[in-house]
């Protein structure tokens, strides 16, 4: 199963990839990730995706700790709604308890384990992939953003007691006993990182209770991510039609495969790319029309038609009326048109 990411996680990319002589755009095409993602960052991208520019990144600039100074430049606010609902809770303990609870909102395949003992603390972090293991750039990008949020968590300094990383050393370690501020473990049975049992009764000056819960009602509303490919394909077609710019082609970008892969695992699953594009056109095109100055012409164009008059027909076969006459309030009773199946794909 593909897992999937805010492309919020690419936010600084395009910097750090300057910074280090890579040409950003150029670097996405090499790996098949939408260029259009930059811009928008709550579109969701492949993590394999991610993972191989990150992989591919380091190894072409030299920049062996690449995936670090992406999490050095970012924050909170690349977590999106769980970046908010940590900021604002109560204590650090609550807040890192915040995160490990809602983090697959953000990212399908990350969770945090977070055991305590009587003077210290571990988070360890599990990335789900094909290998045993997730590439050594996806863990240094993914631990040290956890970091860099504790960090944030305090008003003055912090710095954990130690941090374990399962792969061997680089060549230069001191470079990563800068950025955690202590003693870092190669070659270690888990990725994790340890801090006192106190830093956790830290109060956060900035919280707002009322603002957690309500942050919290929200992201409980909305964290049940997609888990079968139907549901993938259709959260992406969702947000794809919304833009403009909707193929099963763009799809697959963003799934990290091929079209072909697309097809076969929505005909294993009953279904098809045309029946999920014709539902989400069909829930969109309503909210499109309801605005009389927006011409059809331009919602054609958006739901990916070729020519308004294909929407015209598309449309009286599945609502049983015209677009003018939808705008005038008629609704007829008569089904939509059949849901394509499979075999249509």
């Known amino acids: 199963m593909t897992d999937l990411i805010r492309s919020a996680g690419l936010s600084y990319y395009p910097e750090v990839a300057r910074s280090v002589g890579l040409d950003p755009r150029q670097m996405m095409r090499k790996v098949r990730l939408p260029l259009a993602c930059l811009d928008k960052p709550d579109t969701p991208i492949a993590v394999a995706g991610l993972r191989r520019l990150l992989e591919l990144s380091a190894k072409v600039s030299g920049a062996e700790d690449f995936g670090l100074r992406l999490a050095e430049r970012g924050g909170l606010t690349n977590f999106g709604p769980v970046g908010l609902i940590v900021r604002e809770q109560a204590t650090v303990g609550e807040a890192i308890e915040a995160f490990s609870r809602f983090i697959h909102v953000h990212h399908d395949g990350m969770r945090l384990g977070v055991s305590h003992g ?20 996806a863990i240094d990008m993914a631990l040290g953003s956890v970091h860099r949020i504790i960090q944030s968590l305090f008003s003055s300094d912090w710095r954990p007691q130690e941090v374990h990383l399962h792969y061997p050393p680089p060549h230069d370690r001191k470079r990563y006993r800068e950025f955690f501020g202590c003693r870092v473990t190669f070659n270690a049975d888990d990725d994790a990182i340890l801090l006192s049992a106190h830093d956790m009764t830290r109060r956060i000056p900035s919280a707002h209770p009322l603002i957690a819960s309500y942050l919290r009602k929200r992201i409980e509303a909305i964290e049940t991510r997609p888990a079968s490919w139907e549901a993938k394909v259709d959260e992406v077609v969702r947000i794809l039609l919304a833009s403009g710019d909707c193929t099963v082609e763009r799809v697959a970008e963003h799934l990290a495969c091929t079209r072909r892969t697309v097809h076969r695992h929505l005909a294993a699953s009953g279904t098809s790319f045309s029946a999920i594009l014709d539902a989400q056109r069909a829930d969109l095109v309503t909210q499109l029309i309801d605005d009389p100055g927006r011409p059809l012409a331009d919602i054609a164009a958006q739901l990916g038609f070729s020519a308004q008059s294909a929407m015209a027909r598309w449309f009286r076969s599945r609502f049983g009326c015209s ?23």
């Open 323 to 345: 677009v003018t006459e939808w705008r005038k309030g008629v609704r007829p009773l008569a089904k939509p048109a059949e849901i394509p199946s499979a075999s249509a794909a």
């Open 118 to 137: 009587k003077h210290t603390v571990t988070i360890t972090l599990h990335l789900r992939g094909r290998r045993p293991t997730a590439p050594r750039q």
